[in-house]
């Protein structure tokens, strides 16, 4: 009975700027286990929000089945709004959503090819061909990735022999070669030191210009660097969703405040 | 306070330490021994009895007991040589789409199905002797390539579909524990961008399984190139030179076999059998740095 309490207050905002995504409803069920219950977020345009919460709290459960990761491992219900679309209809072409939703993960994983190959990978599988656009994407997409600097001299060798840091960003830049629209990243950062963690904060916080991103991360003090929206998990529910300022210094549910002063986690 | 001197903790220690050691040295002991006797005997073709190594390898006449032109005894190995790899390499060529499909469907594709269905079928066919692979080649797989191909129907083809079911299995499992190998995550990072199934298994999936995917095949090849009682059956056991595939021939492994009731310790005959012998063992010493060096070299990529 106590839970139901917890679970009972909530503090939810619609953002003022148009969604590039919203979620109504959304549930998701690994077999009989009830992961998340009751989504329903909208994510501004060209901002990047963050999702915070304890191990265990679904977020990304929540993450992945925006992109439907979540594809025969789980079942989701309610509704995920992109572009006027539901992503899970029955008629929607699953690798269509997930060019336009790209999606970056905890450990970096480069393929077992080179570094152009990791780039051109998806081009290719897409049907395009012609050497100079491919070499056009792979330059623009490693310069937005803030990676071409340290690779331009040598794209033919392996993608792992790079830096943890290093794998991250050509990962992401992975993901911008097919040009999508909105960037999902699964606590990209918490396999990496500080100075890689840093870059992948600038990046991201130059990415946010181009692309609507929807960050989980663990760390509270990046969540409050580089987001403008925070949406805090617990036990699988949202329990409060507002402006990351608001979250972090005047925190509307008592499990949100504890969250945030560190009192769990 | 007594820090100096021996415990039952140290002594357990040095008595586990003597069993262990022991029981390596005695097999060392057993590899050299089994190594030099080999190498012993196999050279003593070219010691002893003076046969030329280049006319050994490129020789195409096999009859230890007559003089050639020369006045040596006529051991020319190639016809063995030949046919060992011919079988040996068709019968991978044949296995391997065979086996990678399999390998794909119980680990990519029906992982459950394929697995209960598959796994029992792969492991029937390693139990099964290679006396009866033989004995079913013989009296079924000769009698077919007889009909269609003419001839006598024994030969390099009938070696080749006899080793192929045999090293099926072999290569089979071997792709499955490499497909295994590959990370979720590389599965995971292809279909994130939008990649399909298919292109996820072919561009990432067995690209990033590659190297113990040939490595798989090595095994299979090795234990091709190994086999002797199954190709026995069906080769033709004649010394000969192959003339197509379907033409009667023989392989290192069932030379040895056909005749070595036949010979008489430390003749000529004899030790032709043991230089055999030692192709043999080098062969698989070759293999096995094969898949030593591809291990090595899919470590750094």
């Not at chain 1, 679970?7 to 919203?22: C, M, N």
């Not at chain 1, 998806?122 to 990735?145: F, M, N, Q, W």
């Not at chain 2, 020369?70 to 296995?95: C, K, N, R």
């Amino acid at each position: 009975m106590e839970n139901n309490n917890i679970f009972a207050k909530t503090h939810l905002v619609t953002p003022q700027e148009p969604p590039a995504i919203t979620t109504d409803n959304l549930q998701v069920y690994y077999g009989d286990n009830h992961a998340m219950h009751d989504a329903s977020l909208s994510f501004p345009e060209h901002q990047i929000t963050a999702l915070i919460g304890a191990s265990g709290s679904g977020k990304s459960t929540y993450l992945r089945s925006l992109n439907r990761m979540n594809d025969d491992l789980a079942t989701v219900k309610g509704k995920i709004m992109y572009h006027g679309i539901d992503i899970n209809a029955s008629d929607v072409n699953v690798y269509e959503i997930r060019r336009h939703i790209g999606m970056v993960f905890q450990l970096p994983n480069p393929f077992a090819k080179s570094i152009r190959e990791n780039l051109t990978f998806a081009l290719k599988a897409y049907g395009i061909k012609k050497k100079s656009e491919l070499d056009e994407r792979v330059e623009t997409s490693l310069k937005e990735a803030a990676l071409w600097d340290e690779v331009k001299d040598n794209l033919n060798r392996s993608a792992l022999s790079l830096s943890g840091g290093q794998a991250q960003r050509l990962c992401i830049a992975r993901s911008l070669a097919i040009k999508p629209d909105v960037l999902l990243l699964d606590e990209p950062a918490s396999a990496l030191d500080p100075i890689s963690t840093a870059k992948i904060e600038a990046t991201l916080l130059k990415l946010v210009k181009k692309y609507t991103i929807i960050i989980v991360t663990h760390n509270m003090q990046q969540a409050s660097r580089i987001s403008k929206y925070t949406a805090f998990f617990h036990l699988g529910h949202v329990l409060e969703f507002d402006t990351t300022s608001h979250i972090f210094q005047e925190p509307q549910v008592p499990v949100t405040r504890d969250y945030v002063l560190g009192n769990f986690g | 306070m007594d820090l100096k001197s021996p415990s039952k903790a140290t002594n357990e220690d040095r008595r586990g330490r003597i069993i262990t050691y022991s029981c390596i040295g005695i097999i060392i002991v057993l590899v050299v021994s089994i190594l030099y006797f080999i190498a012993s005997r196999g050279l003593a073709t070219f010691i002893q009895n003076h046969v030329n190594v280049f006319r050994f390898l490129t020789g195409t006449q096999w009859n230890p007991s007559l003089l050639d032109s020369h006045g040596q005894p006529e051991v020319g190995a190639l016809p063995m040589i030949t046919t060992s790899f011919l079988v040996t390499i068709l019968a991978a060529i044949v296995a391997t789409p065979f086996a990678f499909a399999v390998a794909i469907y119980m680990v990519e594709i029906a992982p459950k199905r394929g697995t209960k269905l598959l796994q029992p079928v792969m492991e029937l066919l390693v139990g099964i002797p290679s006396v009866v692979y033989g004995f079913i080649g013989l009296t079924v797989i000769v009698p077919i390539v007889r009909h269609i191909f003419g001839g006598t129907g024994v030969g390099i083809l009938a070696g080749t579909l006899v080793l192929f079911v045999m090293i099926l299995p072999t290569v089979t499992s071997l792709s499955v524990d490499a497909l295994t190998a590959v990370p979720m995550y590389l599965r995971s990072a292809s279909l994130a961008l939008g990649a399909t199934r298919w292109q996820t298994i072919r561009k990432v999936i067995l690209r990033a399984a590659m190297p113990r995917l040939l490595t798989a095949i090595i095994f299979g090849m090795a234990r091709a190139f190994g086999e002797a009682l199954a190709v026995q059956m069906v080769i033709g056991n004649a010394a000969l030179m192959p003339t197509s595939l379907v033409s009667p021939t023989s392989t290192l492994t069932s030379q040895l076999t056909t005749e070595v009731g036949n010979t008489v310790m430390g003749t000529i005959q004899n030790n032709a059998l043991w230089s055999l012998a030692l192709i043999l063992l080098l062969m698989s010493l070759v293999f096995n740095l094969l898949v030593h060096f591809i291990g090595k070299r899919g470590e750094i990529k």
